[in-house]
């Protein structure tokens, strides 16, 4: 298993409670989205399970080793397996776009060759293949000020496919990505994950690119998982109970979000198995 | 996710803290202004004046004979030297302590993970060095060197090493810690060992305030060695005292031009290291 978490619960040291009785396992090389409506809990989840905060209550297990029993040099090790994409991608403004990438490798490259990479960028051509996979090949030896939002983020993605890790953990990873971009830069996640067999688990604002790419879903809601099924039984009522504090529209990436607003009739018994789809959809 | 929120009062909550602090600040502040007997009339009675004029004027002319400025040139380059070797060895003292004590860095704290009262406590341990390093003046510690080495400039850069080292250390860590800390601690959660964290991900953002206070510093070595001087740790403090001791005020005044100069040279250093790290 890549991932178990046992009735994990989390509170923070001000006193909210971010998680509750969330229990989650997850295979390896299985890819699942994380949905809900924000505050539910999914940055602390990954958190969590990343060994980044350590959980109040329960077990987590993350590629099978408990990480708050090991040595701190397996500690380490463990961190250098697990690549985390987060939301806001925390990477120097002064930084050149190669080595953020290259930075994914921390984790493994011995000091000098961390430091010497500094001096001459150690690997070049895994830079720009990790770059070339979301598009921005041609930014490698810019500055990362120059990029925009979205760039900065499509360069946090390119730095854990250059990690090459066994778990990804990506936080509302193309939040920053107008829809074409962001369905593209879900579908590179995925790809990884099926070349290299590494485990991803992804939350995302958009229910349809969850939908589309990832064939099993949690939705979490207050803290806790609400629902933990394969994509195809996920249905409209679920959804909407899930977002019910966000209004009647779905949150979706597409052009289109009236797809998936509620229409009456939905909620009768009987129709809440039907799978969502969009048109434009595979 | 919390329920009921409580309805949110329409002023500031904060606005009470504010005025309690800006309160002690005056009631603090005041007593103290009156310990340090600081009364600044007493610079305009008619008495006080003539002395400081009597005083100032005993500066005038500089003194430009070429047998002085020769001095002035050797004792110049000897306090650059000072100041220079002084920084250079201060901050190879401060890197490892400043790494050391800055929370930006702390893998423990992360978790928070093993051995983490562990690492607060070498952190107290570390922070405590440097303030007995910095809390000696440079001018007593030049005077036990002084004392040691012989007269001479080698007591002044050990001087300057030893208080500034402390000095540098303790503010590199707080600069690492008042940027964007979240970079570096994105790396070490991805298992990146603590000096890359330092390099991918603080120096960056901080490269520029660290140039600038390190200059700043640099500067102020040059300062300090006048004051070592007079104890005689060399360079333009040495020649200093000479020159008062000799009531020569030109001469006096030929040395404070040149540490003008100085100062101006580090204020040009300081901003081409800022414009080439920007």
């Not at chain 1, 939040?175 to 369905?183: E, G, M, Y």
């Not at chain 2, 929370?103 to 341990?125: C, F, M, T, Y």
Request: aromatic share 6%; charged share 15%.
């Amino acid at each position: 298993m890549s991932l178990i978490l046992h009735n994990v619960g989390l509170v923070h040291p001000n006193g909210q409670r971010a998680l509750q009785g969330v229990s989650l396992v997850v295979g390896a090389g299985e890819r699942v989205a994380v949905i809900g409506p924000s505050g539910a809990g999914k940055t602390s989840l990954l958190r969590v399970s990343g060994s980044s905060l350590r959980a109040t209550e329960g077990r987590v297990e993350a590629l099978a080793a408990n990480p708050w029993q090991l040595s701190a040099r397996g500690l380490r090790r463990l961190r250098s397996r697990i690549g985390v994409v987060h939301q806001a991608p925390p990477i120097p403004p002064r930084l050149r776009v190669i080595t953020a990438v290259l930075a994914g490798r921390l984790g493994t490259w011995p000091m000098w060759k961390a430091l010497a990479s500094l001096a001459y960028p150690a690997d070049i051509a895994g830079a720009r293949d990790a770059l070339l996979r979301l598009d921005l090949a041609d930014r490698l030896f810019d500055r990362c000020d120059r990029l925009s939002g979205g760039q900065l983020q499509r360069v946090g993605i390119a730095r854990v496919l250059y990690q090459r890790p066994d778990l990804v953990l990506a936080d509302e990873p193309v939040s920053a990505l107008d829809p074409a971009l962001a369905d593209a830069a879900v579908g590179e996640l995925i790809a990884h994950s099926a070349a290299t067999g590494a485990t991803l688990v992804a939350s995302l604002h958009a229910v349809d690119l969850a939908l589309k790419w990832f064939p099993r879903i949690v939705g979490m809601r207050g803290g806790e998982v609400t629902f933990d099924l394969p994509a195809a039984q996920v249905s409209r009522a679920m959804l909407h109970e899930l977002y019910a504090t966000e209004g009647s529209v779905l949150p979706t990436q597409g052009n289109d979000p009236g797809a998936l607003t509620l229409h009456k009739g939905d909620l009768k018994a009987g129709t809440n198995v039907v799978p969502l789809s969009r048109p434009g959809c595979r | 996710m919390n329920g009921a929120l409580a309805p949110t009062p329409l002023r500031d909550p904060q606005a009470r803290r504010r005025a309690t602090g800006l309160l002690i600040g005056v009631v603090v502040l005041w007593p103290m202004l009156v310990l340090a007997e600081f009364r600044p009339a007493a610079l305009f009675e008619s008495g006080n004046l003539q002395v400081m004029k009597g005083f100032l004027a005993s500066f005038m002319p500089p003194s430009t004979s070429a047998d002085f400025l020769g001095l002035l040139l050797q004792a110049t380059l000897q306090t650059l030297a000072i100041a220079t070797a002084g920084i250079a060895l201060s901050f190879l003292l401060a890197v490892p302590l400043a790494l050391a004590v800055t929370h930006a860095l702390s893998v423990s704290r992360i978790g928070p993970g093993r051995g983490r009262w562990w690492g607060e406590g070498v952190r107290v341990v570390v922070r405590m060095v440097m303030a007995l390093l910095r809390a000696v003046p440079e001018v007593v510690w030049a005077l036990v060197f002084v004392r040691a080495l012989g007269l001479g400039p080698g007591a002044g850069v050990l001087a300057l090493a030893i208080t500034y080292g402390g000095m540098l250390g303790k503010v590199y860590a707080e600069i690492l810690e008042s940027g964007d800390t979240r970079p570096a601690r994105a790396l070490l959660e991805a298992g990146s060992g603590r000096l890359a964290a330092l390099f991918y991900g603080l120096v960056p953002g901080a490269a520029q305030e660290l140039a600038s206070y390190t200059v700043y510093r640099w500067e102020c070595a040059v300062r300090a060695s006048v004051v070592m001087g007079f104890v005689g740790a060399g360079g333009l403090g040495q020649l200093m005292d000479q020159s008062m001791k000799m009531l020569n005020g030109g001469e006096a005044s030929t040395i404070l031009l040149m540490f003008l100069l100085l100062v101006m040279l580090a204020d040009l250093l300081s901003a081409a290291l800022r414009r080439l790290l920007g």
